[in-house]
C-alpha cells in the first residue's frame, strides 16, 4: 500500500474515522492493527521481521536493566539480531557475488550462493530505529519500557514505517505514551502538509522523473545532456524522498503526532557539512550519534577527524543499498567532507568563508550533483564512462537538448526553488500571517493554499508515476 493510492486514502480516512472516538489505550491498540494491516498487506511474511525486531529490542532492553551485570552481553544479542537479520535480506546477495568476482580474478572459479528473497520494505529505517532504543537505554538516556503493544506501535507506526523518518523513542514513543487531542489548527496545517507532499511527489518528482529515464537510457549521452538528466535526477530525488516525509509528518499529524523535519532546503546548503544537516536529517543525525561519536567524532587529532568521516559516510552510503555504486557515493561524501575540512584549516586568508555565500552554495551543488550521478547509475564502467566525457565534444544539437531538459525540469520544479524563499520570510517574521489574517481569513488561505495545489495535481500530474525512491532501502 503506497501513500499515493486511493486505497490508502481510503485506509487513512477509516482509521481516522474511528481513531478520535477513542481514549488512548485503544486509541494504540487501533494504530498497531493498524500499522501492521499496511505493512504485511502485500506480504505477509515481512510482519514476522518486523516483529522479531521489536520483541528481540524490548526484551533485550528490559533484561539489560534488570541484569546490569550482563548489560554489554544483551546490547550484544540485539545488535546482533538487528544486523544479522538486515545484512541476510540486504546485504548477503551482494557480498556473495562481490566474494566470487574477486575469486574469478584471482582465476578461482566459484558460483555464488544467492538467496532468493524480496528485501522487506523499510527493513533499513526500522531496523535503525529499534536499535537506537537499546543503544539509547544501555547508555541510561531512556528507562527501559513495559509496555510492549506501546513499543510495537514506536517501531511499527505506518506513517514513518517505510521511508522514515528515522524516530527516536524519546521523540516518538513518549508520544505514544501520552494523551492525545483533536485540535482543528494542527489539522488544517497537517492536511495541508500532505497536499504539498503529494504536488512534490505526483507533479515535480514524477515529471523529472521522465527526463531522467530517457537520458539514461541513452547508450552514449553527451556530456551536456548527461549532466542535464543529472539535474533532474537531483529534483527527482529530492521532491520524491521530501513528498514521502510531508505526507508522513502530515498524516501524523492527523492523529496527534509530530515526526522530525527530515529536510531543510538542503539545496540551499553551503558547504558538504551544511548540506548533511539538511538532507535525510534523521539518517545523518543517527550516523553522527551511534557511528561518528563513538569513533571519537571532532575531538581528536585532524587524521583521525578525517578517518571518522569517511568511514561514517561509507557505511552512510552503504545503509543506501547493496551496490559498489552506493558505497562509492558515500566514498565520496566522506571525501567531499575531508577536503572541506581540509581547506578550513588552510590560512585565513583562503579558508571558504572567504569565499560569496553564493559562491559556496553553488560548488556545494555542483558536488552533491557529482555525488548524485554515482547514486543513480549502478553500472559502474558506464559511470566511470559519464565522469570523462568531455564537455567540448558535444555540438550546438546536443547543447540545445540538455537546455530543453534542464528548462522542462526547472518548470515544474520551480515551487520546489520558491519555497525555501517563503519559509525564510515565515521565520523572520513569525507572526506577519497572523496578524494579518486573523481567525477565519486564516483559515481561508491555508485552504485556498492546498486548493491550488490540489488543482496542480489535476492539471500538471505525471502521466507516469512510480515508488518512492527509498522504497528500495
Not at 538487528?82 to 540486504?90: E, H, P
Not at 578461482?108 to 537506537?132: D, K, M, N, R, W
Not at 539538511?278 to 551511534?290: A, N, P, V
Not at 493554499?449 to 488543482?455: F, K, R
Amino acid at each position: 500500500m503506497v501513500f499515493h493510492s486511493l486505497s490508502f486514502l481510503v485506509f487513512l480516512a477509516a482509521v481516522l474515522a474511528v481513531y478520535w472516538t477513542l481514549p488512548r489505550r485503544p486509541q494504540n491498540a487501533l494504530l498497531l492493527v493498524a500499522s501492521y494491516y499496511f505493512y504485511g498487506c502485500v506480504h505477509p511474511a515481512w510482519l514476522g521481521l518486523i516483529a522479531l525486531t521489536s520483541f528481540t529490542d524490548f526484551s533485550c532492553a528490559r533484561l539489560l536493566t534488570a541484569r546490569p551485570h550482563q548489560r554489554r552481553a544483551w546490547l550484544a544479542v540485539s545488535l546482533l539480531t538487528n544486523f544479522s537479520i538486515l545484512g541476510v535480506f540486504k546485504y548477503f546477495n551482494f557480498f556473495s557475488s562481490s566474494l566470487a568476482a574477486l575469486l574469478a580474478r584471482f582465476g578461482i572459479e566459484a558460483h555464488p550462493l544467492l538467496l532468493q528473497v524480496a528485501l522487506p520494505a523499510g527493513i533499513s529505517f526500522y531496523t535503525f530505529q529499534s536499535a537506537s532504543y537499546v543503544v539509547d537505554v544501555y547508555r541510561g538516556k531512556l528507562a527501559a519500557r513495559h509496555n510492549l503493544a506501546e513499543y510495537l506501535l514506536f517501531v511499527s507506526f505506518f506513517p514513518q514505517l517505510v521511508a522514515g523518518p528515522i524516530e527516536r523513542a524519546g521523540d516518538l514513543l513518549e508520544q505514544v505514551e501520552r494523551p492525545r487531542t483533536f485540535d482543528a489548527r494542527i489539522a488544517r496545517t497537517a492536511l495541508l502538509l500532505i497536499a504539498w507532499g503529494y504536488f512534490k511527489k505526483l507533479v515535480i518528482a514524477d515529471n523529472a522523473a521522465m527526463v531522467t529515464g530517457k537520458v539514461f537510457t541513452l547508450n552514449a549521452p553527451s556530456f551536456p545532456v548527461l549532466w542535464a538528466g543529472v539535474f533532474a535526477f537531483g529534483v527527482q530525488v529530492y521532491a520524491d524522498f521530501s513528498a514521502y516525509t510531508d505526507i508522513a509528518r502530515g498524516c501524523a499529524r492527523l492523529m496527534g503526532f509530530e515526526l522530525g523535519r527530515n529536510f531543510h532546503h538542503p539545496y540551499s546548503a553551503n558547504s558538504p557539512a551544511d548540506f548533511w544537516r539538511r538532507w535525510h536529517i534523521s539518517l545523518s543525525t543517527w550516523f553522527r550519534d551511534y557511528v561518528y561519536i563513538p569513533l571519537g567524532g571532532s575531538r581528536c587529532s585532524l587524521p583521525k577527524l578525517c578517518r571518522n568521516l569517511f568511514l561514517t559516510f561509507l557505511l552512510s552510503g552503504l545503509w543506501h543499498g547493496a551496490a559498489w555504486n552506493f558505497v562509492l557515493w558515500g566514498a565520496w561524501h566522506g571525501l567531499i567532507l575531508i577536503l572541506w575540512t581540509l581547506w578550513t584549516h588552510a590560512p585565513p586568508a583562503l579558508q571558504p568563508q572567504r569565499l560569496p555565500a553564493p559562491l559556496r552554495v553553488a560548488l556545494t551543488f555542483i558536488l552533491v550533483h557529482i555525488g548524485w550521478l554515482m547514486f543513480r547509475e549502478p553500472s559502474l564502467p558506464h559511470l566511470f564512462q559519464h565522469l570523462s566525457l568531455n564537455p567540448f565534444a558535444a555540438d550546438a544539437t546536443q547543447w540545445r537538448m540538455a537546455t530543453f531538459f534542464a528548462a522542462q525540469t526547472l518548470l515544474y520544479a520551480f515551487p520546489l526553488y520558491l519555497h525555501p524563499l517563503l519559509d525564510r520570510w515565515l521565520q523572520r517574521h513569525p507572526q506577519a500571517l497572523a496578524q494579518h489574517f486573523p481567525g477565519w481569513p486564516w483559515t481561508f488561505a491555508l485552504t485556498a493554499l492546498a486548493t491550488l495545489l490540489y488543482l496542480g495535481l489535476i492539471l500538471f500530474r505525471s502521466p507516469a508515476s512510480s515508488d518512492f525512491i527509498y522504497f528500495q532501502f
